[in-house]
């Protein structure tokens, strides 16, 4: 599964840039000046449990109840591309597609190192985790069912 976050900071910097080279300069300086920036590369969030608009694996479905079979073990999350700077990492895994509003909470993650590029998922996340929606008291992973 690939997300794909664009750094909006970065690019309003380079917008007001352009925007005052081009009334200070002119069009072809401009024009020159703007093509020396680099563009933007877009932060990538990936697993290698399940493709992009697939379906998770069953050992990742929640479990504990009789109609819903699996493990519970959250997917491998991997991304790259993080912005400059950054400090550190939030992951939140949330189904919009429930009744619920805004939404049914099936992960929270937090406390990760902005030098981490990833999850382990499958049982081993050394990261603080937060409760989810399933009962209340359930902290960690608690997978669809």
Known sequence: MTWKFRRPRRRVTV????????????????LATTTSHPKPTPMLLTSPDFKDGGKLPSWSVW??????????????????????????????????????????????????????????GHGSNPYSEGGTDYDGGTTGYAGPC
């Open 15 to 30: 917008a007001l840039s352009t925007a005052l080279v081009l009334s200070a300069a002119g069009t072809a300086t401009a």
């Open 63 to 120: 479990g504990k109840d009789p109609a819903c079979p699996g493990k519970n073990l959250a997917p491998t999350l991997k991304w790259v591309n993080p912005p400059a700077g950054t400090k550190g990492f939030a992951v939140t895994v949330t189904d919009v597609d429930t009744p619920m509003n805004p939404g049914f909470t099936h992960w929270v993650v937090y406390n990760i190192p902005g030098n981490v590029s990833g999850l382990a």
